[in-house]
């Protein structure tokens, strides 16, 4: 069995060479001059307004479009962030769950073009050291705690479009996205409801038996996060999907599965879209049951 690890493993390494590079551009300094007017805030004004309904696609569409149109007016990490966060969910949130792949990734693409001109802006020492070729790990460390939302953001989307180039490119990206994952908790553990906690959950058991990951630690890091953000369904959403289905555990996956879909999603207006997505999520692994176990 240790061989086996090993010769797969050192297989998987060799294959990085084939991984695809996301080129960030370090070196480009973002463009700080800013001409904000009425105008910009209203752009940004009908943006958020429009945020506000994103369970709806088109006005999920239409806030991306008013900030876009903003930040050209007026660069900010904040609005960056925004589109970040934005593009991510339109993935996720919306292509995903259509099996639209191709528009899925693509919006994790945007996603993080968009993460990375929010870290030059909130975390410009990390982009000059990154940009001087120093190691991400190193670099990552001198962003400061109000650069965890570009960071997390950037994490996030870097994970899912490295994950839609094939194993090679997200084993490329592991280690950088983990010390990035590791600021942010060390910053704000409960930084969009404990998502550090979660993103380990499934870190740990994504990486269990190739790259030193634990389903022990995994099952931790999630109850963790329930723990915290309890009315965050998401949370009990990946649990099902990545550390349920490494253990062949199908009684835990129907649970936590059920759970999510008897859970009140307006508990928490601020989350309430999010919730009754990940709420669709789980009737789509539910349908799936039998395909996974």
């Known amino acids: 069995m240790r061989k086996s690890r090993a010769l797969t493993l050192s297989l998987a390494l060799a294959a990085t060479g084939c991984a695809t590079t996301y080129n960030a551009k370090w070196e480009e300094k973002p463009t700080t001059t800013a001409t904000a007017d009425d ?20 006005k999920l569409v239409e806030a991306i479009s008013k900030w876009e149109a903003a930040f050209a007016k007026a660069p900010s990490a904040e609005l960056a962030t925004k589109l970040s966060r934005g593009h991510y969910l339109l993935g ?15 919006e994790y693409q945007q996603g993080l073009d968009w993460a990375t001109k929010a870290l030059k802006l909130a975390a410009p020492d990390f982009a000059k050291a990154m940009a001087e070729g120093k190691k991400h790990a190193e670099s990552i460390t001198l962003a400061g705690k109000d650069a965890v939302p570009a960071m997390y953001w950037y994490a996030t989307n870097l ?49 269990a038996g190739l790259a030193g990951g634990s389903l022990e630690k995994s099952e931790e890091n999630y109850k963790k996060a329930v723990e915290l953000a309890p009315n965050y369904l998401g949370s009990k959403v990946l649990w099902a999907e990545y550390l349920c289905t490494k253990k062949n555990d199908r009684a835990t996956f129907e649970k936590l599965l059920k759970e999510v879909l008897a859970a009140d999603p307006t508990v928490d207006p601020a989350i309430e879209p999010e919730n009754r997505i990940e709420q669709k999520k789980a009737q789509k692994l539910l349908a799936e049951i039998d395909e996974k176990f």
């Open 159 to 207: 994970g899912k479009w490295a994950a839609s180039k094939g194993f090679a490119t997200r084993l490329r990206y592991k280690d950088d996205i983990k010390a990035t994952m590791d600021h942010v908790k060390s910053l704000d553990e409960g930084f969009f409801y404990a998502a550090p906690w979660r993103y380990f959950g499934s870190f740990e058991a994504v990486t």
């Open 39 to 58: 105008a910009t805030a209203a752009l940004v004004s009908e943006g958020d307004a429009a945020w506000a309904s994103r369970g709806d696609k088109a």
């Open 92 to 106: 996720d949130g919306f292509h995903a769950l259509d099996n639209a792949l191709e528009q899925r990734d693509a």
